[in-house]
């Protein structure tokens, strides 16, 4: 007993020096993987980082874990944040350089930086630790800035998103969107600005368009990841309000106090400059990388979108469809005439041979889209009222102008009169590249 008991005592202490042992071998090790920094005292080694770059850091974070371990301490120390977190959103940049420039690649070196940094930890605890760095900025919130059409701030915090991303799957994204969904509370302020009036809430549309289009929608990203975000955003609401939304998103907005512009496309014809950033989003959504979204939706979308707020002129319709390309156009002309709404179709087809004659469009492209969609006709009755519907359009169209100017209702730009002469070379420019096509096929013949 005695002995057993003896020997049970003399066992603690080497018990107690093996633990010992293995802390200072784990000491050791993570000492070693330091490499020439162990000798620094932990205040020196952070005074060392304050002359690297970021994109230094970035490539030191790499050399092992523990250092990447001090790097992510560094991050969240005062100092730390002071260094890396510039907040000079709102000042002038050096003359000769792109205007922001320099931020920006600053903070898409940041990303980088966080990325290597929380390589090995799961989504949720990387965004939890990116959120905790990033807080304190105040013009990386949706509400956070005062003067945000002046502000780089969303553009900054989308770029460094955009890095931080890169490469993740998809179900790590849906957690980023969820997260940063979540965190700014975007549900509830989308369902104000799509469910009441529009112009009702300006402020928010701009604070929505602008949170959107800087954070979720960085300009540079690839096209699979825009339609992946643009997807996120959208597909939660019924269709009304995905049309709505996507108007606050990319529709016109006002040179003067960047708010969103609803009688844009009601008051009269509008140029493309004003369509461009809705028929880019229409085409991002139609393309292959937006697997979400079948032809049908997105034709159901460009139909909701031609009545927001009210009903659109159709020469902004047929303006929208022109920029939007070729596929996008046929399918949704096509769609008319397979539902047997020729009259629409012909005062389509009329408004883009307009279109196409005062933005200086080939015209032979007009007529080409109208032969294609004859085809799509089911019998020649069909084909042949439609026809006699577009050759009505014209002459409608034609009287309805000319009576105006006769009745001499004119404006500073004598508009009346313009529109006239437009619709008159429309129409004899479309006929004549019918005529071209019909005398070289018999030609041929």
């Given amino acids: 007993m005695t002995s057993s008991a003896g020997s049970s005592r003399a066992s603690v202490p080497r018990q107690k020096q093996r633990r010992s042992s293995r802390r ?51 991050i969240s120390t005062s100092s730390g944040s002071r ?57 990386f919130k949706l509400n956070g800035c005062a003067s945000p059409l002046h502000c780089l701030g969303l553009q900054c915090y989308g770029v460094f998103l955009q890095i931080l991303t890169a490469g993740w799957d998809e179900l790590e994204c849906h957690r980023v969107f969820n997260f940063l969904w979540d965190l700014s509370n975007l549900a509830r302020k989308v369902q104000t600005v799509v469910s009441g009036k529009p112009g009702s809430a300006r402020r928010l549309e701009l604070r929505i368009r602008l949170y959107c289009r800087g954070v979720l929608l960085s300009p540079g990203s690839h096209r699979s990841d825009s339609a992946f975000w643009l997807t996120r955003i959208l597909k939660p609401w019924p269709m009304v309000n995905q049309a709505r939304l996507l108007y606050i998103i990319f529709g016109p907005v006002s040179s003067r106090d960047g708010h969103v512009v609803w009688q844009k496309m009601i008051e009269g014809p509008t140029d493309e400059t004003s369509l461009k950033g809705l028929a880019d989003a229409i085409k991002l959504l139609y393309g292959t990388e937006a697997r979400e979204w079948t032809a049908d939706d997105v034709i159901s979308l460009v139909d909701e979108l031609s009545v927001v707020p009210q009903e659109w002129l159709m020469e902004n319709n047929a303006r929208l469809l022109l920029l939007s390309g070729n596929s996008i156009c046929f399918t949704f002309m096509a769609s008319k005439a397979v539902n047997g709404r ?12 307009l279109v196409c004659e ?84 018999s030609s041929s013949t």
Avoid at 56 to 62: E, G, R, T, W
Avoid at 109 to 131: E, I, S
Avoid at 342 to 353: D, I, P, S
Wanted: charge should be neutral; include cysteine.
């Fill in 24 to 74: 200072s071998g784990s000491d050791s090790q993570a000492l070693s993987a330091l490499g020439d920094f162990q000798t620094l005292p932990l205040e020196i080694f952070q005074m060392v980082l304050n002359y690297l770059s970021v994109k230094d850091i970035s490539m030191l974070s790499m050399v092992s874990k523990t250092i990447s371990d001090r790097l992510i301490h560094y």
């Fill in 83 to 139: 260094r890396l977190l510039l907040q000079d959103f709102h000042r002038p940049e050096i003359p000769g350089r792109r205007e922001g420039a320099s931020i920006l690649e600053h903070y898409r070196a940041l990303g980088l930086l966080l990325k290597r940094c929380t390589l090995l930890l799961p989504t949720r605890d990387r965004l939890k630790y990116v959120h905790k760095v990033l807080s304190g900025v105040a013009c």
């Fill in 342 to 353: 020729a009259v629409e179709l012909a005062r389509l087809m009329v408004f883009m041979a």
């Fill in 358 to 441: 005062k933005d200086l469009y080939c015209m032979d492209w007009a007529v080409k889209m109208m032969q294609k969609v004859c085809k799509v006709f089911s019998t020649p009755w069909e084909r042949n009222n439609f026809l006699q519907c577009l050759e009505n359009t014209f002459a409608h169209m034609l009287m309805d102008m000319l009576q105006a100017v006769l009745a001499g209702e004119r404006d500073e730009e004598d508009s009346s009169f313009l529109n006239l002469f437009h619709l008159v070379n429309a129409q004899a420019n479309f006929h004549k590249e019918i005529l071209y096509m019909a005398m070289g096929s």
